[in-house]
Structures are given as structure tokens and as C-alpha cells.
């Protein structure tokens, strides 16, 4: 007999070969029915494995999934991936199948195949995926040595699968497939019991991409679908997709003037649009007059810095593939850099081509000296970078974290200094793969509304507490209401981490207390932390119902101990200080392409670029109509005025579809009585009021920061799947 706990903490005994099914009939054969996968611990498994394996001495902790638990729907998903790539290979000839995991609101998989996929084929597809699940066979599971699995992927001509056992998984002895039917896959799971379970399904798109996202790997083809429940939330999934089509900031961003990417400046860099940049400045004032009111101090670093910089940072070579290449000042610099780099990467060189390199180099200017008496390959990797340490090479700025470990190391720091708070909405570049630029969501130079805070280990609670609280108030002043925090700890069983045992602990009970005392709704994630320290996230569901990463908060014991920071404690001895990095709008990119989405482009009266426009009956009333502009814009509105001889109805279409959101209709009784007839672009006509009063009721709707522009979520929210997982080995 094997021992289970429930979760209600109740054991009971089951014979040596239960599963998690066969429990779940004991309970009642509803359930059985409705169970879809469990979960042992932290692992979800199939509801008919066997769970005396799990056996070590105490109670097995069990969970049965049904379709209300998030965990299910990930199973379902990558089911549903198996179930594609039944119906593509029964259609379509030779195709070799690479892997398909599930992603947020759907899954794919990557075929290899002659055939080039076009959308004509996905109501071919779907058709034939209908008729697989309609027999509702089940997913068996089996296990074979590595020799039986390279023969059987070999028989089943799946090169790729082969390939995979014999490279990536060189160290499993043993390897499972799920077969279904004729279709057998190398898999992981866990998978649903049967094909039945999937109630609603849609292919969605198909794109190009490589193996193992090696460029120069076999070219494959990336079929894209989504799988749910319940036919009523794929509806709703499909609705929201259309309803962010219409709010795609990349469209809007361009038909309201906000921001720009050309090809002459390059991909992956906005040019921030006259209106745009006012919406980008408003909320850079806003937040640059919190944080001044908190106690922070404003500082600005240059867009360079010394390479030598990173390598102390750390932030180079390591991430230089996600960074700009090096500015060198001395003309053989980047010759020098590439040669010292293959030489690294364990490249073979004939005789040949070094004297072709030293000669290039040399007539670049490069002293070969040192390297030429340098016998093996690292003695010369060593003359190389010590010639590199001798002339200046730059980097474009990927952090702004170490020019402010520079600022803070500047002067002699004393314990009466701390916190230390220093802010700089700081321009960072990074070289995103061109494949991953998303207007203004995904750049190359970003600003990020960056601080980094240098206290002690006692203050960080108060610190965290601080910056949690800046956050929260940022972004529910632009109407984020609905968020959760994602509180990411250690992993207690790895000793990855850098920082004392005594300052983690004592950072993570301090991160969770404030969370607790926050009354906000936060979960914690063992083994998400950094290396480097523990981190609170805001993710943030916009009003249509999608998840933003937003606003973030991390410790750091990494970079003090790196850069030697110090303070004189009030025991007159030096003591390392902790960083404490954040920016609650991530960056004013990302955070405007979110926020143009989330107001599709309707901006509340505060953020507007243009807040209110004029518009004059005929010409008679233009005297009055430039008088009202000069007092509005006195009074601190952004205001323009219609002076076209069009007719009203046409000024205030206009307006409406600028989204302006308010309009002010004057004509000659308006001007005669000082006053405007109001239109607001949400409710219509306001009536006629004494201008006073306009003043009065608009600056009162600015200074409370209103937020009246939110379309209500129109449809049932779907529910949502746990984080993506490739259920690959
Ligand atoms: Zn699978
Ligand atoms: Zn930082």
C-alpha cells in the first residue's frame, strides 16, 4: 500500500499501483470523469501514472487537475499541439517534426516539411484535427533506453527527434513518448487522458522559424493554435484578439501622431511624435515630482561608458549578444577584439590566416610585440585584451545600474547618508534580434524611469516598503486598477546565490511582511529570484484583460560586493551597502505603447496631448474663439482651435475622431455672454456654461487625474493558463 495526502491534509491508503484516476474513482466517479492531470508537489503529471514512484517514506502529496485548475489548461494546450501534428502529418508528406510547446493562450509546433503552410490549409487541418478528437483515443505513455529511441525516431524518419536524442539529451538513459493512435511523439507530458477532452480549438497562424532558433539550422515551419474548455471562452479569446487589433498601438501610435520608427533612423528606435512626447513628458513630470517628494535625488549619466565598466559590472562580455558592439577609439580595436574572440571560442586558425590577421592589424596601427612572443592560445587571448586595456573602447549604455554604483562610489558614504535614492529616466540600448522588435513595446533604445536605492540591511524593509507604495500610486493614477504582484524568492535547494545566508533571509521575510501588510493580491515563485537578490513584479491586466509585466522592484548584493561599494557604519567600521534597483513604468516606451492600447489611444483629460479644441460657429466668433484660446492656455490647458470655414458638425466630428476630450462650441450668443457651450467626447453636449465654471470643473478633472476614457470590458475574461512550459526534455 502507498500513502496519499489530500490536500485538505486528509491520508489515505492506496494499493501499490494507483493513479492519480484510479484515487480520484475512490472519491467518486464524477470526479474520476472530470479529472484531467494531477500534481505531485510541484510537478504536474498524468492522471494515469503510476504514483508509488514518487514514494519516499512519507505521505505522496496529491492534487487532481479538472478543467477549473489553470495548471489543466496548459496540459490541454500542448495535447492539443500532439493533436496538430497528427492531422498535418496525415495530410501532408515527409514532415519532420521538431517541438511544440504551449505559450500564453495557445501552443505551436515546428515542422519541417516540403509543404509550405499557408492559411488555405488550416480549415483543412482543423477539419482532420475534429475527426482525431471526436474518437477520443488516449495518450499512453512508454519508456525506452536510448538505443530502442534513436531506432524507433529512425523508423519513424524523425531526424530532428534523433538528432535531439543524440546531442541535447545525451546524458537520459531513458526516454518517453505518448503514442495516440499512429502517432507517437519523444515527450515529456504530461497530456490529457484522451483526445475528448479538448472542447474548442482554432489554429491561428503560421510563421518561419529555425531549429533550435539556430539561424543557420534547418528552416522550419511554426504552426500556431489555441485549445480551451469551453467553446465560450474561445469565443471570448477570439474577441479579445479582435478588440486588441483595434487598440494595436503601432496603428494608433501613427494615425494620432504619437511616435514613429523609420528606416533611416533604424528598427527598434522611436521617434517620439510632438504628441506623443507630450503624453511621455507629462507622465516623466509626474513621476520626477513623487519621487522628489520621497526623497530621491535626480542625477544624469552619460550614454557611454568604458567597457571596463561592464566587465566590472559584469554586464559584459557576458550579455554582449544582446548589446551594441563595442566603440573602439583605436582604428585596429575591433579587429583585435573579433581576432581575441574566435581565438576564445575554440576556433582552429592556420598559420596562414594569424599572419594575415597580424598584418591587417599592423598596418591598423597595433603593436604585435607582446602577442608575437606569446605561445599558447591564452597567453595570446591575455596580449590581446592587455592591448584592449590600453586604448579606450566604449559601450553604448545597456544599464544605468553601474554609472549610479559610480555616482554613489564618488565620495566617502556614512551610515547618516543612507538611503541614498538616485533617479534618472536613463536611455539604455539594447540590440533586440530584429524578428523580436514590436513598435514601441520591444526596442533598441529605451529610457527607462530608473533609481537605484543604496541602504543597509535594516532598511530594507522600509525601502521596499516605499517603493511598492510609489508604484501602486503611479500606476493606479493612470488607471491600472487590477494587478497582482509576483514576489520571486530563492530557491533553497541551490547555492547559486550570491549575499550572505543572514541578508536573505532577512530581505525575503521582509519582502513578504510588506506584501502582507500591503493587503495586495501577490503570489511568491520559489527559484524565480536573480542570482543576485530577490525581486516583487507588478503584472497588470489591462481593460480588455491582458497581462502587462509592468512596474518592478530588485534587491541587489551583486553589484556592491563588484564594485566595492562601502559606507562607515555608526560602528566607525565599513560596511557593504544593498541596492535596491526600480522602475515603475518598466519604460516609457513600453509603458506608452501599453497605455495607448489600454486607452486605445483616448487618453484621460490629464495625459491628453490636446485636452480641448475650440471650435468656432463661422467666422464671427474667431475674435472670441483666439480670446478663449489665450485664457485656457494661460490657465494651463492644451488647447488648438478649428479655424477652417467648415461647419461645426464637421469641426466636432473631427475632434471626436482625434480624441479630444472635450469641445468647446462658440458662436456669437457664447461670445456675448462669456461663455461656452461644452461637449465632452465621451457623454455629447454639456450645455452652456460661464467660462469660470469650464475653468473650474476642467482643472478640477486634471488635478484629481480622472480617468473616464476606459472602455468596460465587453466580454467574460477566459481563464488563464499558468506560465508557459515546452514539456520538451
Ligand atoms: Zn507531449
Ligand atoms: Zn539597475
Not at 548589446?323 to 581576432?339: I, K, M, R, S, Y
Amino acid at each position: 500500500m502507498i500513502e496519499i495526502q489530500l490536500p485538505d491534509g486528509t491520508v489515505v491508503s492506496h494499493p501499490d499501483d494507483a493513479t492519480p484516476l484510479s484515487v480520484a474513482n475512490a472519491i467518486g466517479s464524477r470526479l474520476a470523469k472530470a479529472v484531467i492531470a494531477a500534481q505531485v508537489g510541484t510537478v504536474v503529471i498524468d492522471a494515469n501514472r503510476p504514483l508509488k514512484s514518487f514514494s519516499n517514506g512519507s505521505p505522496i502529496p496529491l492534487r487532481l487537475l479538472t478543467e477549473r485548475d489553470p495548471e489543466s489548461l496548459d496540459v490541454l494546450r500542448h495535447s492539443s499541439a500532439h493533436i496538430m501534428a497528427r492531422a498535418v502529418m496525415r495530410l501532408f508528406p515527409e514532415v519532420s517534426l521538431a517541438f511544440g510547446p504551449t505559450i500564453s493562450n495557445g501552443f505551436y509546433y515546428d515542422f519541417h516539411m516540403p509543404h509550405k503552410l499557408t492559411e488555405e490549409d488550416f480549415g483543412k487541418i482543423e477539419q482532420e484535427m475534429a475527426s482525431i478528437i471526436a474518437k477520443s483515443e488516449p495518450f499512453e505513455q512508454f519508456s525506452l533506453d536510448r538505443n530502442q529511441a534513436v531506432l524507433l525516431c529512425q523508423d519513424m524518419k524523425q531526424e530532428l527527434k534523433v538528432e535531439h536524442i543524440q546531442s541535447g539529451l545525451a546524458n537520459h538513459s531513458e526516454l518517453g513518448f505518448y503514442r495516440q493512435g499512429e502517432f507517437v511523439d519523444l515527450c515529456r507530458g504530461p497530456h490529457i487522458p484522451d483526445a475528448g477532452r479538448v472542447k474548442a480549438f482554432k489554429i491561428m497562424s503560421v510563421a518561419g522559424s529555425h531549429w533550435k532558433g539556430n539561424m543557420s539550422g534547418p528552416q522550419l515551419q511554426r504552426l500556431y493554435g489555441t485549445a480551451w474548455f469551453d467553446k465560450k471562452d474561445l469565443q471570448s479569446h477570439l474577441d479579445q484578439l479582435e478588440e486588441a487589433k483595434k487598440r494595436d498601438h503601432r496603428v494608433l501610435g501613427k494615425k494620432l501622431g504619437l511616435y514613429q520608427i523609420t528606416p533611416d533612423v533604424g528598427q527598434g528606435m522611436c521617434l517620439w511624435m510632438p504628441k506623443g512626447a507630450r503624453v511621455r513628458s507629462l507622465l516623466e513630470d509626474f513621476l520626477r515630482r513623487e519621487m522628489l517628494k520621497r526623497g530621491y535625488e535626480p542625477v544624469y549619466s552619460p550614454h557611454l561608458g568604458r567597457v571596463e565598466l561592464y566587465e566590472t559590472s559584469g554586464h559584459f562580455p557576458y550579455y554582449r549578444d544582446s548589446q551594441f558592439p563595442p566603440l573602439f577609439v583605436h582604428d585596429a580595436g575591433a579587429l583585435v577584439d573579433a581576432w581575441a574572440r574566435r581565438l576564445g571560442e575554440d576556433q582552429d586558425f592556420s598559420p596562414q590566416q594569424e599572419t594575415m590577421f597580424l598584418q591587417a592589424a599592423e598596418v591598423l596601427g597595433f603593436d604585435a610585440a607582446v602577442y608575437t612572443k606569446a605561445e599558447s592560445k591564452e597567453a595570446k587571448i591575455a596580449a590581446l585584451n592587455e592591448w584592449q586595456r590600453n586604448h579606450e573602447r566604449f559601450l553604448v549604455k545597456p544599464m544605468n545600474c553601474p554609472h549610479h554604483a559610480q555616482i554613489f562610489k564618488a565620495q566617502p558614504r556614512s551610515y547618516r547618508d543612507l538611503p541614498l535614492r538616485l533617479f534618472e529616466f536613463g536611455t539604455v540600448y539594447r540590440y533586440e534580434q530584429t524578428g523580436e522588435l514590436n513598435g514601441m513595446l520591444r526596442v533598441r533604445g529605451l529610457t527607462q524611469d530608473d533609481a537605484h536605492i543604496f541602504c543597509t540591511a535594516d532598511q530594507v524593509e522600509e525601502e521596499f516598503r516605499n517603493t511598492i507604495e510609489l508604484t501602486r500610486f503611479v500606476l493606479e493614477s493612470v488607471g491600472l486598477q487590477d494587478y497582482r504582484v509576483q514576489l520571486s524568492l530563492r530557491d533553497p535547494k541551490s547555492d547559486k546565490y550570491v549575499g550572505s545566508e543572514e541578508n536573505w533571509q532577512k530581505a525575503e521575510a521582509a519582502l513578504r511582511k510588506v506584501l502582507e501588510e500591503s493587503g495586495l493580491n501577490f503570489n511568491t515563485a520559489e527559484g524565480e529570484a536573480a542570482f543576485y537578490g530577490p525581486k516583487a513584479d507588478f503584472m497588470v491586466r489591462d481593460c480588455i484583460g491582458r497581462h502587462w509585466q509592468l512596474g518592478t522592484v530588485q534587491l541587489d548584493y551583486n553589484l556592491p560586493e563588484r564594485f566595492q561599494l562601502e559606507y562607515t557604519g555608526a560602528d566607525n567600521k565599513s560596511h557593504r551597502p544593498v541596492m535596491i534597483h526600480r522602475a515603475p513604468f518598466g519604460s516609457m516606451e513600453r509603458f506608452v505603447g501599453m497605455l495607448i492600447e489600454h486607452f486605445a489611444g483616448a487618453f484621460p483629460m490629464w495625459l491628453a496631448p490636446e485636452q480641448i479644441r475650440i471650435c468656432p460657429l463661422s467666422e464671427k466668433t474667431n475674435d472670441y474663439a483666439g480670446e478663449l484660446e489665450k485664457r485656457f492656455i494661460e490657465a494651463g490647458f492644451r488647447v488648438t482651435t478649428d479655424l477652417r470655414g467648415a461647419k461645426v458638425q464637421a469641426k466636432i466630428r473631427d475632434a471626436q475622431l482625434d480624441l479630444i476630450p472635450y469641445m468647446a462650441v462658440v458662436g456669437p450668443k457664447e461670445a456675448e455672454t462669456r461663455s461656452i457651450a461644452l461637449r465632452d467626447r465621451i457623454s455629447g453636449e454639456l450645455g452652456t456654461k460661464p467660462l469660470e465654471e469650464v475653468f473650474e470643473m476642467l482643472s478640477q478633472e486634471v488635478a484629481s487625474r480622472q480617468i473616464r476614457q476606459v472602455a468596460e470590458r465587453k466580454f467574460t475574461e477566459p481563464p488563464a493558463a499558468t506560465e508557459t512550459s515546452s514539456h520538451e526534455y
